[in-house]
């Protein structure tokens, strides 16, 4: 199944079923102009991991780390499906990272790899809206990655079982291909991730753990659309403006 999050026409937000051009709840159906769609899940923090596929740390002239590198988005960074992203003032490269979100389906502390996969939900599409301008500056990288926007997400959660192992990742900036990759190139896989993770912080239900990027990042233009497309998953798209 795939899961959407909406705001009904009478103002109401519900959960519901995603069919690509409408959504579903209880015995009613809506096509997308009538409704917001809002981003799929309202995560507490969305962890994001760093030169997670070995081309994408090349292209920045970096090694690939021993360990996950991770960093935080707080909640204020969530945007949906549609959304237009306000880029930092000023900032002459802000950058799009297609990635897969793992979505937590319950609490998780020292979760061991094999066991990993009974804590996802599902899986999304995560835009790691990157200011590189920032964060090639500052160690934290807050600046660099946790203004406001700066994860858009959706357009769905999708079960993990419609999601194949090496399901393509790719990016189209206003219809031409920038990133195309497969999922399977992930030098941590998903339990991994969520194992290096929950040593050291508690994931609650909807957090989200953004995978990595493949390579062919690039800075956006003013009015760019953006399509992040991962095989059963579908396709999140939204614009930015500067």
């Not at 959504?23 to 030169?51: H, M, N, Q, W």
């Not at 899986?123 to 700066?150: H, I, L, M, P």
């Amino acid at each position: 199944m795939r899961h959407a999050r909406f705001r009904d026409p009478s103002g109401a937000v519900r959960r519901g079923e995603w069919h690509g051009d409408a959504v579903s709840f209880a015995d009613e159906e809506y096509a997308l102009d009538e409704i917001d769609l809002l981003a799929p899940t309202e995560p507490t923090k969305v962890v994001c991991v760093g030169r997670n596929y070995v081309a994408h740390a090349e292209e920045h002239d970096a090694d690939v780390p021993d360990r996950p590198l991770l960093f935080l988005k707080g909640p204020n960074t969530v945007a949906g499906h549609g959304d237009t992203v306000t880029l930092p003032a000023g900032k002459e490269r802000v950058e799009w990272e297609a990635e897969l979100g793992v979505v937590i389906g319950k609490q998780a502390k020292h979760v061991d790899a094999e066991d990993a996969m009974a804590y996802v939900a599902g899986y999304t599409c995560v835009d790691d809206v990157s200011n590189r301008d920032d964060q090639r500056s500052e160690s934290q990288w807050v600046r660099g990655k946790a203004f406001d926007g700066a994860a858009p997400i959706g357009p769905c959660v999708v079960d993990p079982e419609h999601v194949p192992d090496d399901a393509q990742i790719q990016t189209r900036v206003n219809g031409e291909v920038k990133q195309d990759a497969t999922i399977d190139q992930m030098v941590f896989d998903v339990p991994a991730l969520i194992e290096e993770a929950t040593q050291y912080m508690t994931l609650e239900p909807g957090d989200v753990i953004a995978t990595g990027t493949p390579e062919g990042v690039g800075p956006f233009k003013d009015g760019d659309t953006v399509e992040i497309q991962i095989g059963g998953v579908g396709t999140l798209e939204h614009e930015v403006t500067r």
